[in-house]
C-alpha cells in the first residue's frame, strides 16, 4: 500500500477561508438538496391538505429523527479518514471505509423494525388516531429508505473528506429533481399512475434515495484516483477494532444529532397535542428552517474535515483558524436568512399552502408568530452547529454529546414546555424553548473548543 505524504503548510486566514469554502460550498449545497427531498415532500404534503400536512409532518419528523442520529454515528467517519488523509495513511482509510458499510448495516436493521411500528408509539403520545393512520401511510414505505440514505451519508463523509465533493452534489440535486417528479406523478395521480396520496410521496423518496446511493458508487469505482484507495475490498471482513473506534467517536456524535433534533421532534410531537392547526404551523416553519440550517451544516462538515486535517499535521495554529473562520461564517450567512424570514413571512407560508383560502387564514398569523423566534434562533444555530463541526475534527466527542443533552433537553424542553403549557404561549412558547436551548448549546461549545485549543497550543 503506497502512503501519501502530505507536506505541512503553513496556515493564514486568506487560504484557510478559500479552502473551508472549496469545502463548504459543494457540501452545503448537497445538504440543502438532500433538505429540499423533505421541503419538496412537505410542500407537496400541503397540497392534499391541512391534515394531510400535518400527518406528513409528524411521520417525516419520526423518519428525520432517526435517521440524522444514525447519520451522526458515521459522521464519526470523517474525521478519521481526514486524519488519515492528512498523514498519508491510505491502509487506514481503506479500512475504516470497509467498516463503515458494515455500521450502516448494523444500525439501519433495529432503526428500521422501530419506524415500522412508529404509529403505535404515536398514539401512546396521545396524537389523534386520523393523523397517525395517514402518517403510517408514509411510514410504511419510507422505512425502505432508511439503509440507502444511511450509506449514502457515510460514503459522502468518506469522500469530502479525501476531497471529492463536487460530484457528490451534483448526483444529490438529480436525486431531488427525480423525487419532486416522483411526488408529482405518484401522489397525484399523472401519467397514468394512480393517485397515491402519501404512500407515493414516501414511494418517490425511496427511489430516489437508491438511485443516488447507486449513483454514488459507480462514480467511486470509475473514478482513476478513488479507485487508487481500494475503497470496496474485502467488504466482506469485520474488523472488530476499527469498528469500536468508529463507534467510540460516531455514537457521541449520534446521541448529541439525537438530543438536539429530539428536542425538535418531541416539540412536534408536543404542537400535535396543541392541535391540528398548530401542527401544521409548525410544519411549516421546522421544514423552512430545516432547508436554511443545512448550509451551516454543510459549513460544520467542512469544519470537522479541515480541522481533522490540522489535527493530523500537529497544527493548533490551523486548528484554532479554521473554527474561529467557521463560525463566523455559520453566524453571517444565518443573520442574512433571519433577515429574509423577518421581511418576507408571507411568501414563504404560500409556498406550503394558498393564503388566500378562508380555511387557512386562521394558519398565517400562526406560522409569522412562531418564523419571528426561529429566524432569530437560527444565529445561534449557525454558532453552535459550526462549533461543534470543529469539535468532530478533534475527535472530542463525550464531553459535547453531555453538553448537548444539558443545553437541549434539561434547559430547551423544559423551558419550551413550561412557555407553552404554563404560561399558555402555546407553539411560540415551544419555539423560544428551542431558541434558548440552541443557545445555551452555542455557548456551551464555544467554552469547550476554546479550552481544547487552549491546550493543544501549550
Known amino acids: 500500500m503506497v502512503h501519501l505524504h502530505v507536506k505541512p503548510i503553513k496556515p493564514n486566514t486568506r487560504t484557510e477561508i478559500s479552502s473551508l ?15 429540499a427531498t423533505g421541503f419538496v415532500d412537505t410542500v407537496m404534503m400541503g397540497w392534499l391538505g391541512q391534515e394531510t400536512l400535518a400527518a406528513g409532518g409528524l411521520a417525516t419528523t419520526t423518519f428525520t429523527t432517526l435517521l440524522v442520529m444514525a447519520t451522526g454515528v458515521v459522521v464519526g467517519i470523517s474525521p478519521l479518514v481526514a486524519e488519515a488523509f492528512g498523514s498519508g495513511n491510505n491502509a487506514k482509510i481503506q479500512q475504516v471505509t470497509r467498516q463503515g458499510f458494515w455500521l450502516c448495516l448494523l444500525l439501519s436493521i433495529p432503526l428500521m423494525i422501530l419506524l415500522a ?13 386520523s393523523v397517525v393512520s395517514l ?17 449514502f451519508s457515510m460514503l459522502k463523509s468518506v469522500l469530502s473528506s479525501l476531497s471529492q465533493v463536487r460530484p457528490i452534489t451534483t448526483i444529490v440535486v438529480l436525486g431531488t429533481l427525480l423525487n419532486a417528479v416522483g411526488n408529482y406523478i405518484l401522489g397525484f395521480g399523472k401519467l397514468g399512475f394512480p393517485a397515491l396520496g402519501l404512500s407515493g410521496i414516501a414511494i418517490a423518496s425511496v427511489l430516489s434515495q437508491w438511485v443516488m446511493l447507486v449513483s454514488l458508487i459507480v462514480y467511486t469505482l470509475k473514478h482513476r484516483e478513488l479507485r487508487s484507495f481500494r475503497l470496496f475490498k474485502k467488504l466482506h471482513q469485520i474488523e472488530p477494532k476499527i469498528l469500536r473506534e468508529m463507534i467510540w467517536i460516531g455514537a457521541p456524535i449520534g446521541i448529541s444529532f439525537g ?8 416539540t412536534t410531537y408536543l404542537m400535535g397535542l396543541l392541535g391540528t392547526d398548530i401542527l401544521a404551523a409548525h410544519q411549516i416553519v421546522f421544514q423552512t428552517i430545516a432547508v436554511i440550517f443545512m448550509v451551516p451544516l454543510g459549513i460544520s462538515f467542512a469544519t470537522t474535515i479541515r480541522v481533522g486535517w490540522w489535527s493530523g499535521q500537529n497544527n493548533s495554529d490551523g486548528v484554532r483558524r479554521t473554527a474561529n473562520i467557521s463560525m463566523c461564517l455559520g453566524a453571517i450567512f444565518m443573520t442574512l436568512m433571519a433577515v429574509l424570514l423577518l421581511a418576507f413571512p408571507r411568501p414563504i407560508i404560500s409556498l406550503y399552502l394558498d393564503i388566500n383560502k378562508p380555511e387557512n387564514a386562521k394558519l398565517i398569523p400562526l406560522v409569522t408568530s412562531m418564523l419571528v423566534v426561529a429566524a432569530v434562533s437560527q444565529i445561534l444555530d449557525g454558532v453552535q452547529t459550526t462549533a461543534q463541526g470543529a469539535l468532530r475534527g478533534l475527535k472530542d466527542t ?25 404560561l399558555g404561549l402555546n407553539g411560540v412558547g415551544l419555539w423560544i424553548g428551542q431558541a434558548i436551548g440552541v443557545g445555551t448549546s452555542a455557548g456551551a461549545f464555544i467554552w469547550r473548543l476554546r479550552r481544547l485549543i487552549v491546550k493543544l497550543e501549550s
Open 21 to 35: 469554502l472549496h469545502l463548504s460550498i459543494p457540501l452545503a449545497s448537497a445538504q440543502i438538496a438532500q433538505a
Open 117 to 129: 411500528h412508529a404509529d403505535s408509539l404515536m398514539l401512546r403520545f396521545g396524537q389523534a388516531p
Open 135 to 151: 402518517a403510517k401511510k408514509y411510514l410504511d414505505f419510507i422505512v425502505w429508505g432508511f439503509l440507502p440514505a444511511l450509506t
Open 259 to 266: 438530543f438536539e433534533v429530539g428536542l425538535f421532534s418531541v
Open 398 to 422: 463525550q464531553v459535547p454529546m453531555l453538553l448537548s443533552f444539558a443545553a437541549f433537553w434539561l434547559v430547551g424542553l423544559a423551558s419550551g414546555y413550561f412557555l407553552g403549557f404554563h
